[in-house]
């Protein structure tokens, strides 16, 4: 499976697209829906964030791309397991046909079959590629990671002290559950093709007086460089590049196997962390049912 795109219900998706199209870097895609916004990266996926108006923020879903055999597989591993799965016609730019699958905390997986693709965009090294991964804050990490194993196929790769680190395909981590006690959006990442890409777009955030609320660094697991924002509308959003790629043959790590030297938390060690910051914004986008 891919994942491929994040939909967000909010009060303002016109404010947020702003942001995202105008500093953050991503494209806007037509739509006649005023109370809808899309926008896209550079790759061939139509869209990487949905913006719906309303008067809550959620995370309305998390959409991941699959073929016609591991959409069934789903579909069956949800029926052994007396699990409720919704049968869901998109009617998101790439439209397809799939299930929605409703984690242990509440949030709302989508995996689509039949989407189409867009022709990728060349010439724009500033925007991001796609979305790399999704981190969803969960009551309890384990039980959801079980949960993206049981049903939805997917593989843990790397559990550390605050997170399982989650894969559908061959990079590390697609989607990844933190350690939090509640159940919410922690972060979204894009892949930028490049560290300059992602430096790059430290500086244009610098630019209207945004720095990192963490980073630039690069993480231990999947071994990402990051950076993190905190952005106006609310959700932490990160730059990222030059995630693992992995095979079937991963050893799956464990806490012990990720601990850090004295004043490291990232492979680099020359950014701070604004804790306070990002958990607060962590906690903006909950999902329906938590
Ligand atoms: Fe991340």
């Known amino acids: 499976m891919e994942l491929r795109s994040i939909e967000l219900e909010l009060p303002d998706p016109a404010g947020a697209a702003d942001f995202l199209t105008g500093i953050w870097g991503l494209g806007a895609v037509e739509s006649d829906d005023a109370d809808r916004r899309y926008l896209r990266g550079s790759g061939d996926q139509p869209y990487l964030v949905g913006l719906y108006r309303a008067d809550h923020t959620l995370v309305r879903s998390v ?68 979305l790399t991964h999704v981190v969803l804050n969960a009551v ?3 039980v959801t990671a079980r949960f993206a194993e049981d049903i939805l196929g997917f593989k843990v790769s790397d559990r550390t002290k605050g997170m399982v680190f989650v894969r559908c395909n061959r990079s590390h981590h697609s989607i990844a559950f ?9 972060h979204i990442a894009f892949e930028m093709t490049d560290i300059d890409a992602v430096m790059r777009g430290i500086g244009r955030l610098r630019d209207v007086g945004m720095v990192p609320a963490w980073g630039p660094g690069r ?11 905190i952005a106006p509308f609310g959700a932490v959003v990160e730059f990222s590049t030059a995630v693992e790629v992995v095979g079937d043959d ?3 790590g464990e806490p012990d196997d990720w601990t850090w030297p004295p004043n490291r938390i990232d492979q680099w060690g020359i950014s701070g962390k604004d804790m306070a910051g990002l958990g607060e914004a962590e906690r903006t986008f909950r999902f329906r049912r938590a």
């Open 250 to 252: 991963y050893p799956t």
């Open 178 to 186: 933190a350690r939090a006690g509640f159940a919410s959006l922690n």
């Open 140 to 142: 309890d990490a384990e």
């Open 219 to 229: 993480h231990g697991p999947g071994a990402n460089v990051f950076a993190y924002f």
């Open 63 to 130: 959409t991941f791309l699959a073929d016609e055999a591991e959409l069934a597989a789903v579909a069956a591993r949800a029926a052994a397991h007396d699990i409720a799965v919704t049968q869901v016609a998109s009617d998101d730019p790439g439209a397809g046909e799939g299930l929605l699958v409703t984690l242990p905390d509440g949030a709302v997986i989508r995996v689509l079959a039949g989407a189409t693709r867009v022709a990728p965009v060349v010439g724009v090294p500033d925007r991001a590629v796609r």
